[in-house]
């Protein structure tokens, strides 16, 4: 039985599936049952090609492919498009099942949301889902990845805010492409003020191991 982690990002590109695969890294070198899941990606031709096989391929988990994702759509656009294009929406029910499976088979596993927290993944006649409802549904804590550098306030207090007002408990940020200097050390004090939440890591650019304390990792887990 599991314990997982949702990694939401301040916007696409802020760098979850880097960070998530430092962090499913650190655990399995740790020599914990570490796993991933994403429910919904687009923009991939394949999961060996998508963020679901980089963080394989970089953590080096054995993970079965099939069960590291439930939808891929190959139209780089959000979830809720990319299925009126191609067809396959997102049923909830695959994605309780299929994490659960998942959950069942490891002890600690890293969740990678779509795009920023605000996304929806199904907009039909007959669904209406948001990033959030998945969220909440597993029951799952968050951490927001934002880049450490301008605009990095604003962008990040939102984050944590629309968690805040929807359900969701943040555990703290990461900042991503930190490189150190007068803003940047200023943001991850402004940040910690006006969010309220830890900086929990500063990942520098190319970085290959996760400069957080294994214990305090493992903590985020819900
Ligand atoms: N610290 C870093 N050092 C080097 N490259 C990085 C770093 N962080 C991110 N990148 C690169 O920037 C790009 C975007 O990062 P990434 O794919 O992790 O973003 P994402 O938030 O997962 O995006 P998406 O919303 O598409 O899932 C990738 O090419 C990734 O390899
Ligand atoms: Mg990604």
């Not at 919904?40 to 394989?56: H, P, Q, T």
Request: charged share 25%; net charge negative.
């Amino acid at each position: 039985m599991g314990r997982g982690l949702f990694v939401t990002g301040t916007g696409t590109d802020a760098g979850k599936t880097y960070v998530a695969a430092l962090m499913v890294k650190k655990l399995k070198d740790a020599g914990l049952s570490a796993g991933y899941y994403k429910a919904a990606l687009s923009g991939a031709e394949s999961i060996e090609k998508s963020d679901a096989g980089y963080v394989k391929k970089v953590s080096g988990i054995s993970q079965p492919d099939e069960t590291l994702l439930s939808y891929l759509y190959e139209t780089a656009v959000s979830p809720h498009l990319a299925a009126k294009l191609e067809g396959n929406p997102v049923d909830l029910n695959k994605v309780r099942q299929d994490y659960m499976q998942v959950f069942h088979a490891y002890d600690y596993i890293t969740v990678e949301g779509s795009g920023g927290i605000v996304c929806p993944i199904r907009c039909d006649d007959e669904q209406e889902i948001l990033l959030e409802d998945i969220v909440r549904m597993l029951e799952l804590p968050a951490v927001i990845v934002a880049d450490a550098g301008l605009g990095t306030i604003n962008s990040a207090v939102m984050t944590a805010e629309y968690l805040r007002n929807h359900g969701i408990q943040a555990e703290g940020v990461i900042l991503n492409h930190y490189s150190g200097g007068v803003m940047q050390e200023d943001n991850i004090r402004m940040i910690e003020k006006l969010t309220a939440l830890p900086i929990l890591a500063l990942v520098a650019e190319d970085d290959t191991e996760l400069d957080i304390n294994i214990e305090r990792l493992i903590s985020l887990y819900k």
